[in-house]
């Protein structure tokens, strides 16, 4: 068989648009398979492109069989399985591959072509970004495009099968909007990011010690949007809280879980509480970051006896949440603190900062029982010389306190929290570290407030009887800046380095496009979180809670996607039946009807024929009624020139005319055939 017959087999039809689909459906999985499977998908694509251009015989079933035999152990051997999201991605990906390798006629294409829907849809599990939904599509519709032409009975232009395929897609988006609402949504590692726990080396962790916040500063890594609902309050009283720490070894700090959760206290004024609605990254922890103070958490969230918010499981995805805060309610307030909790916030290593404790000594002989003095004393000495806030603190050996406040004297956010909740501690009042987040970047565009790694934070809370948990912040001390403006507030003075995206002035062009593209970015990464990706099963339940549906329950899910397929058809069927009379008023059609009726009436069974050409119609009469041959004839001329020739509008305009004049000839005297013109 030669080259050209065998390119025009039927069975191979739409085999080059397969071999130009399935590489881009699977292209994104280079980047998170390992690289045999990359190669091998590679290689078996390359090879049936060149076997087809050659009009070469696909490789034998048996050696078929031997390359998925090894694949699958390659793919057994790399993940000690066959199943999972990455076992099983990278094992469709290369039997997908083999299978358009061995493609003999179309069941193999349409095979393939099916396989590859699926390594689109699995492309989700490990990125659910923008630009992966545009590639989707893009993948979709060069697969959708290689189905038509594989079921088309002859070759179609690349043109058509684009167009045909793009409406294919456009009448599926109802579908795919309804069941992206109503189907069922898997909470856990389906949809989770497939990495592992590295998210947390870059976040908060439930341990602080000195310099850990100071690594975050070069982290640019937004870790959560917010958009307020209503007044947005100001930098200074942007506080996040995120994790309590009570426990303290000398070095380290160290999270509390909490022993119970309690009651919310009840906001106060309204024009005192912010609500807001928050987009947070995973941060594969429990922590939920907050507004100080909360009055308002989502269902699934726990206020704990240690004022710390936590969620019922892991933040393993992008989630999104609701909630109020009172920006003048510290937690505790008009409670007593019960002796446990006292004891456990007034505990010290007995060797740790012995130099601190002669000084706190020295205050309290001096102020008496004046708690508050004590405080302001304490944020006194960091505000004079020659403590000084620094970007890069030097490191601290043994005992990190006393040398932090009588020899380097010179610390980023930790080290003063750490070394002012030390001295308070040594004066007898119960003092805290609360890590979180302060400040932010306020997106115009948009308007939403970005909170990124580098803007994480550590403060004190102090009990007052009477007053509960006091916010006090010893960084306002020495550097105001900080809180009063966020991170970008920084000058970094004594030339020391600032991130570039901390200082936008005096970069080039180059930077400031740069980061002008990555404020674009982000912001259209916030509207894809928001309206897509947060829809989460939580914000489901919340969905079909408004129209008394439970969302968990298979017979209301059943119910919800009958509705809205239902819905769908009705508008369907109301788009069909305002289209169809528009069809009815192309005047060549209505002449033709009108002439067949007339005709129909004279002698039955000559009328038209629904779906019967017009020149078959015409041969009917002509044989029926002999004396009616001119009057047809004349009349599907001119009908074929106006439905079918290209025509300026004057002539089509006469051909019109004409018509109209056929269709209301007297049909005893059929009029005289007008003269044609011989040109258009």
Same mark, same amino acid.
């Given at each position: 068989?030669?080259?050209?017959?065998?390119?025009?087999?039927?069975?191979?039809?739409?085999?080059?648009?397969?071999?130009?689909?399935?590489?881009?459906?699977?292209?994104?999985?280079?980047?998170?398979?390992?690289?045999?499977?990359?190669?091998?998908?590679?290689?078996?694509?390359?090879?049936?492109?060149?076997?087809?251009?050659?009009?070469?015989?696909?490789?034998?079933?048996?050696?078929?069989?031997?390359?998925?035999?090894?694949?699958?152990?390659?793919?057994?051997?790399?993940?000690?399985?066959?199943?999972?999201?990455?076992?099983?991605?990278?094992?469709?990906?290369?039997?997908?591959?083999?299978?358009?390798?061995?493609?003999?006629?179309?069941?193999?294409?349409?095979?393939?072509?099916?396989?590859?829907?699926?390594?689109?849809?699995?492309?989700?599990?490990?990125?659910?970004?923008?630009?992966?939904?545009?590639?989707?599509?893009?993948?979709?519709?060069?697969?959708?495009?290689?189905?038509?032409?594989?079921?088309?009975?002859?070759?179609?232009?690349?043109?058509?099968?684009?167009?045909?395929?793009?409406?294919?897609?456009?009448?599926?988006?109802?579908?795919?909007?309804?069941?992206?609402?109503?189907?069922?949504?898997?909470?856990?590692?389906?949809?989770?990011?497939?990495?592992?726990?590295?998210?947390?080396?870059?976040?908060?962790?439930?341990?602080?010690?000195?310099?850990?916040?100071?690594?975050?500063?070069?982290?640019?890594?937004?870790?959560?949007?917010?958009?307020?609902?209503?007044? !947005?309050?100001?930098?200074?009283?942007?506080?996040?809280?995120?994790?309590?720490?009570?426990?303290?070894?000398?070095?380290?700090?160290?999270?509390?879980?909490?022993?119970?959760?309690?009651?919310?206290?009840?906001?106060?004024?309204?024009?005192?509480?912010?609500?807001?609605?928050?987009?947070?990254?995973?941060?594969?922890?429990?922590?939920?970051?907050?507004?100080?103070?909360?009055?308002?958490?989502?269902?699934?969230?726990?206020?704990?006896?240690?004022?710390?918010?936590?969620?019922?499981?892991?933040?393993?995805?992008?989630?999104?949440?609701?909630?109020?805060?009172?920006?003048?309610?510290?937690?505790?307030?008009?409670?007593?603190?019960?002796?446990?909790?006292?004891?456990?916030?007034?505990?010290?290593?007995?060797?740790?900062?012995?130099?601190?404790?002669?000084?706190?000594?020295?205050?309290?002989?001096?102020?008496?029982?004046? *708690?508050?003095?004590?405080?302001?004393?304490?944020?006194?000495?960091? +505000?004079?010389?020659?403590?000084?806030?620094?970007?890069?603190?030097?490191?601290?050996?043994?005992?990190?306190?006393?040398?932090?406040?009588?020899?380097?004297?010179?610390?980023?956010?930790?080290?003063?929290?750490?070394?002012?909740?030390?001295?308070?501690?040594?004066?007898?009042?119960?003092?805290?570290?609360?890590?979180?987040?302060?400040?932010?970047?306020?997106?115009?565009?948009?308007?939403?407030?970005?909170?990124?790694?580098?803007?994480?934070?550590?403060?004190?809370?102090?009990?007052?009887?009477?007053?509960?948990?006091?916010?006090?912040?010893?960084?306002?001390?020495?550097?105001?800046?900080?809180?009063?403006?966020?991170?970008?507030?920084?000058?970094?003075?004594?030339?020391?380095?600032?991130?570039?995206?901390?200082?936008?002035?005096?970069?080039?062009?180059?930077?400031?496009?740069?980061?002008?593209?990555?404020?674009?970015?982000?912001?259209?990464?916030?509207?894809?979180?928001?309206?897509?990706?947060?829809?989460?099963?939580?914000?489901?339940?919340?969905?079909? +809670?408004?129209?008394?549906?439970?969302?968990?329950?298979?017979?209301?899910?059943?119910?919800?996607?009958?509705?809205?397929?239902?819905?769908?058809?009705?508008?369907?069927? !109301?788009?069909?039946?305002?289209?169809?009379?528009?069809?009815?008023?192309?005047?060549?059609?209505?002449?033709?009807?009108?002439?067949?009726?007339?005709?129909?009436?004279?002698?039955?069974?000559?009328?038209?024929?629904?779906?019967?050409?017009?020149?078959?119609?015409?041969?009917?009469?002509?044989?029926?009624?002999? *004396?009616?041959?001119?009057?047809?004839?004349?009349?599907?001329?001119?009908?074929?020139?106006?439905?079918?020739?290209?025509?300026?509008?004057?002539?089509?305009?006469?051909?019109?005319?004409?018509?109209?004049?056929?269709?209301?000839?007297?049909?005893?005297?059929?009029?005289?055939?007008?003269?044609?013109?011989?040109?258009?």
């Amino acid at each position: 068989m030669n080259r050209s017959s065998r390119q025009h087999l039927p069975e191979l039809r739409g085999l080059e648009l397969a071999l130009l689909a399935l590489p881009v459906a699977a292209l994104p999985h280079a980047w998170h398979q390992p690289l045999w499977v990359t190669l091998l998908v590679a290689a078996a694509i390359l090879l049936r492109s060149w076997l087809h251009l050659r009009d070469r015989k696909p490789p034998s079933i048996g050696l078929m069989a031997l390359l998925a035999a090894f694949a699958g152990g390659l793919t057994f051997l790399q993940y000690g399985t066959l199943f999972g999201q990455e076992a099983g991605t990278a094992l469709l990906l290369v039997m997908m591959a083999l299978k358009l390798l061995e493609t003999r006629n179309r069941r193999d294409i349409v095979i393939g072509l099916f396989l590859g829907y699926f390594v689109v849809v699995t492309t989700y599990f490990f990125d659910q970004s923008m630009l992966i939904a545009a590639w989707s599509l893009l993948s979709a519709w060069l697969l959708t495009a290689a189905l038509v032409q594989v079921h088309a009975g002859r070759p179609l232009e690349r043109r058509r099968l684009a167009k045909h395929s793009g409406w294919m897609m456009v009448h599926a988006f109802p579908f795919m909007l309804i069941l992206f609402v109503a189907f069922p949504r898997v909470q856990g590692p389906l949809w989770g990011d497939p990495q592992r726990d590295e998210v947390a080396t870059t976040a908060l962790s439930g341990e602080l010690n000195p310099g850990d916040i100071a690594e975050l500063l070069q982290d640019e890594t937004t870790t959560m949007r917010v958009q307020f609902h209503g007044s !947005v309050p100001p930098p200074r009283a942007q506080y996040w809280r995120a994790l309590v720490m009570t426990d303290f070894d000398g070095r380290r700090w160290q999270a509390e879980g909490g022993q119970s959760s309690i009651e919310l206290p009840q906001p106060g004024d309204s024009d005192r509480v912010v609500a807001y609605t928050a987009t947070l990254e995973p941060t594969r922890m429990r922590y939920l970051p907050v507004l100080d103070y909360p009055v308002a958490l989502p269902d699934n969230a726990e206020y704990r006896d240690n004022h710390q918010v936590v969620r019922d499981r892991r933040i393993v995805n992008r989630i999104q949440y609701d909630a109020e805060a009172d920006l003048t309610r510290p937690p505790g307030a008009g409670e007593a603190l019960s002796r446990s909790a006292r004891e456990r916030a007034l505990e010290l290593p007995p060797s740790a900062a012995p130099r601190a404790r002669a000084e706190v000594a020295l205050w309290r002989a001096t102020h008496g029982d004046d *708690d508050r003095a004590i405080i302001q004393a304490a944020l006194d000495r960091f +505000a004079a010389a020659p403590y000084r806030y620094t970007l890069q603190p030097p490191t601290l050996e043994g005992d990190v306190t006393d040398q932090f406040l009588f020899e380097t004297q010179a610390g980023y956010c930790e080290h003063y929290a750490s070394a002012f909740a030390v001295l308070m501690r040594s004066a007898g009042i119960p003092t805290r570290v609360v890590t979180g987040y302060q400040g932010g970047e306020w997106m115009q565009r948009g308007e939403y407030l970005r909170l990124r790694n580098a803007d994480a934070h550590a403060w004190n809370e102090v009990w007052l009887d009477g007053e509960g948990w006091i916010r006090v912040d010893p960084t306002a001390a020495i550097a105001p800046e900080r809180i009063e403006a966020g991170i970008g507030g920084l000058t970094g003075g004594d030339g020391e380095p600032m991130p570039d995206f901390l200082r936008r002035d005096g970069l080039g062009w180059v930077q400031q496009l740069r980061f002008g593209f990555e404020d674009w970015r982000d912001f259209a990464r916030f509207r894809w979180e928001s309206w897509v990706l947060a829809f989460d099963p939580e914000r489901q339940r919340e969905l079909f +809670a408004r129209f008394g549906l439970d969302a968990t329950d298979w017979r209301d899910i059943v119910t919800a996607l009958g509705v809205g397929f239902g819905l769908l058809a009705a508008v369907a069927l !109301v788009w069909s039946g305002w289209r169809r009379p528009r069809r009815q008023l192309e005047v060549p059609d209505r002449l033709l009807h009108r002439l067949s009726r007339r005709i129909e009436r004279q002698q039955t069974g000559l009328g038209r024929r629904p779906h019967e050409p017009v020149i078959t119609w015409t041969r009917r009469v002509k044989v029926a009624r002999p *004396d009616l041959a001119p009057l047809v004839d004349a009349f599907a001329e001119h009908y074929n020139r106006v439905r079918f020739a290209p025509a300026r509008p004057d002539d089509r305009a006469r051909h019109l005319t004409t018509l109209r004049r056929l269709a209301a000839s007297d049909l005893r005297k059929p009029a005289a055939d007008p003269p044609l013109p011989r040109t258009t």
